[in-house]
């Protein structure tokens, strides 16, 4: 059975305190979510980590920890689908994807998996959570206690340590018994959370056909190998980081006042003489995420909607790499 034969590297990590209470152990800043708008593929077979590693832009040969964040591109290099690679070891895994998309990545799969002696299907029987806090730059040891509680695939987020914990269950799984020590949050409060943190996820902002991957900072969260060799659309990726030359990419935003209404991805962002200074790819309230001109990010920005004008303040994640 698959979710018994995942490894633990979380475990030495999530033994409960020997002198914790329910008093010292509750945090009314930590939350868990159902990711309800994403969704899992299972892969398996001897050759699922020959084809993934011939889809994906990270390296399915190097990946240590059992996940790995990456994305699938086509042919012109372009973001189709981001995507969290759980992996059991041998030969199989589970994909997640945005849930819209799902139907689409798995007939990507099965295009080119000609031969490939692989089983590909949709993971229904399982679900997904996300488990973070919301003050913490990222869940400690001491947050994460007893959160892997009779779960067999816990993992720190691969993308960036301060979204916190992801967590496949089964169906059945009672998660409400064993987190006892969190809260339920929202959907919303969870792309709060990521987008504050600087992370684009989904087709929403990642529209597939329209991205390219370093401009979203797959490089900067891991997400890419610029040593495996080929793989669908790796030849100007691989041109893009040896020029050295990426003159924009995505930050989270503050915005005032909030935007209240769903807005297009695209919408113009100016700075305050009217030269283009990038792009709002999403809004929720008073933050959101731009993909900006790097030389920009320090110009008074603004961006104007039917509903009004709004102060757009850009600003670098801490998680970046000095550069």
């Not at 030389?295 to 600003?315: D, F, R």
């Amino acid at each position: 059975m698959w979710m018994k034969s995942i490894q633990r590297p979380l475990r030495r990590f999530l033994r409960p305190a020997p002198h914790s209470t329910s008093s010292t152990s509750n945090d009314n800043h930590s939350y868990y979510t159902l990711l309800s708008n994403r969704n899992l593929i299972a892969v398996k077979g001897p050759d699922a980590t020959k084809l993934l590693h011939s889809l994906v832009t990270a390296d399915m040969n190097a990946r240590q920890s059992g996940v790995q964040y990456s994305m699938m591109l086509n042919a012109q290099g372009r973001v189709l689908y981001d995507v969290i690679i759980y992996s059991k070891g041998g030969d199989g895994h589970l994909l997640e994807c945005d849930a819209m998309v799902i139907d689409n990545c798995v007939q990507h799969l099965k295009k080119y998996s000609l031969r490939a002696k692989v089983e590909i299907s949709k993971a229904e029987d399982m679900r997904l959570w996300s488990l973070y806090h919301l003050l913490d730059e990222e869940m400690t040891p001491q947050i994460l206690t007893s959160i892997a509680h009779d779960m067999d695939c816990c993992y720190f987020d691969p993308r960036v340590k301060a979204l916190g914990v992801r967590v496949v269950t089964t169906l059945s799984t009672e998660v409400t018994t064993i987190w006892t020590h969190l809260q339920p949050g929202s959907l919303e409060l969870y792309h709060q959370h990521r987008l504050k943190t600087g992370v684009p996820e989904g087709m929403a902002e990642l529209v597939p056909g329209v991205c390219f991957p370093l401009e979203f900072n797959l490089d900067y969260m891991n997400g890419v190998s610029f040593h495996k060799g080929c793989y669908l659309g790796q030849e100007l990726t691989a041109r893009t980081h040896h020029t050295g030359v990426v003159r924009k990419r995505v930050v989270p935003l503050q915005v005032a006042p909030p935007i209240k209404q769903p807005i297009p991805w695209g919408v113009p962002i100016t700075t305050k003489e009217g030269k283009p200074a990038g792009k709002l790819i999403c809004c929720q309230g008073n933050v959101g995420l731009g993909l900006m001109r790097l030389e920009a990010l320090n110009e008074n920005l603004c961006t104007t909607i039917p509903t009004g004008t709004h102060v757009i303040t850009a600003h670098i994640p801490a998680w970046w790499p000095a550069v």
